[in-house]
Structures are given as structure tokens and as C-alpha cells.
């Protein structure tokens, strides 16, 4: 008895590392290798998957990421509307981005519930955009437009962000196509009542 009792001592150890190791390795197994994936990717890269087609890294610029550098690895996801337009996750931070214009940056709370990760980026926002032209009484040119956000935790919330498109400096000739502009951020009650009123 004493000496069933010694082996089992004995062999208790040995069978919990050897679990702890089988746990270890399958976990290891399981995790995706994390990947840089910029954001400036031309059209035939977007839709890739580099966890699976490898062959296509080098030619997009994608390429594993640094241990030290996990947290900092840019996540992006596409909106449907306006195109090109996305929303990239840089650690903490949240901006938003339009062709040919500077990002501007927002606050978590204004994306709830928006996930960013290697796969969702390949499926893009399904969002909608509302976009008013008009001139009011001063004959002040206003472009507005409204996103309106799903989220991916719960369909049922809506982010809704609101932007004016300022007036491009210069004419064509002084004006470079590469001249990026800053858009702005307006409180979307504003638009609202800006519509109401020169809007017909």
C-alpha cells in the first residue's frame, strides 16, 4: 500500500507537466501569427487573406509583426460608402480616413462596438452615407455628409458621424491633385438643423 501510495507521488508530477505542456502547445497551435498589414494597400491586395495565401505578402508589403510591436499593429476596416474610405485601429487610437485627405481622429466611443481584427478586415462595414449640398442665405457653400455605423456586437446600435467637406484652396491649375485636405467634424444635431433649413 505504501508503496502504491509512493508511486502515485512519484507519477502525479510527471503527469501534470506533461499536461501543461500538451495545453501549451495546442494554444501555441491555435494562435494566428500576427502580421503588418498596411494600410495604404493597392485595390488587388484588400481582399486577401495572408494567413492563407502567403505567397502574396511580399508583393503587398505584409510581413510578421515584431513581439515588441503586437499592441501598435494597424488594424483597418473598410466602409462600402464613401469608397476607400476606412477606419483604422492603431493600439488605443481610432481615426477615421477618406481618399485624399488628412485622417482625423476619433474617440472609441464614437465606433462602439466596431471590431477590428486580420479577419475582419476582409469583410467591409456595411455602412450608409447621406450627403447634402446647399447654399445659405450669405451664399456660403456647405457640403455635408452622415455616416451612419453599424455594430458588429449588436446590429442594433448605429455610430453616426458627420463631417463638412471644406472648399478646396486655389483652382486647377495651383491646385496639386496631391494636396490632401482636412475634413471636418461637425455635431450631427448641427446638420440636422442646417439641412432643415436650406434644404428643400
Do not use: W
Not at 508503496?3 to 494562435?31: E, V
Not at 501569427?33 to 505567397?55: A, G, H, R, W
Not at 477590428?116 to 445659405?136: C, Q, V
Not at 456647405?142 to 458621424?161: C, H, Q, R, Y
Amino acid at each position: 500500500m505504501v508503496l502504491y501510495i509512493t508511486s502515485m507521488r512519484i507519477c502525479f508530477p510527471f503527469a501534470a507537466i506533461a499536461l501543461i505542456l500538451f495545453a501549451c502547445s495546442s494554444s501555441s497551435d491555435s494562435k494566428r501569427e500576427v502580421l503588418y498589414i498596411p494600410t495604404d494597400m493597392p485595390d488587388v491586395c484588400q481582399n486577401v487573406d495572408f494567413s492563407i495565401d502567403k505567397d502574396m505578402r511580399k508583393e503587398c508589403g505584409v510581413k510578421p509583426a515584431r513581439y515588441q510591436a503586437y499592441r501598435n499593429v494597424p488594424m483597418q476596416r473598410h466602409l462600402i460608402n464613401p469608397n476607400q474610405a476606412s477606419l483604422v485601429k492603431t493600439g488605443d487610437k481610432i481615426e477615421i480616413r477618406f481618399p485624399n485627405t488628412f485622417p482625423v481622429s476619433l474617440d472609441t466611443s464614437q465606433v462602439s462596438g466596431v471590431a477590428f481584427s486580420d479577419s475582419k478586415r476582409l469583410a467591409k462595414i456595411e455602412n450608409t452615407m447621406d450627403y447634402k449640398e446647399f447654399y445659405t442665405e450669405s451664399k456660403e457653400r456647405f457640403k455635408l455628409f452622415k455616416l451612419t455605423i453599424p455594430s458588429d456586437a449588436n446590429p442594433g446600435v448605429e455610430n453616426k458621424l458627420c463631417f463638412r467637406v471644406p472648399e478646396l484652396k486655389g483652382n486647377e491649375r495651383t491646385r496639386s491633385a496631391a494636396m490632401s485636405v482636412q475634413m471636418e467634424m461637425l455635431p450631427c444635431d448641427t446638420l440636422e438643423v442646417l439641412v432643415q433649413k436650406y434644404v428643400k
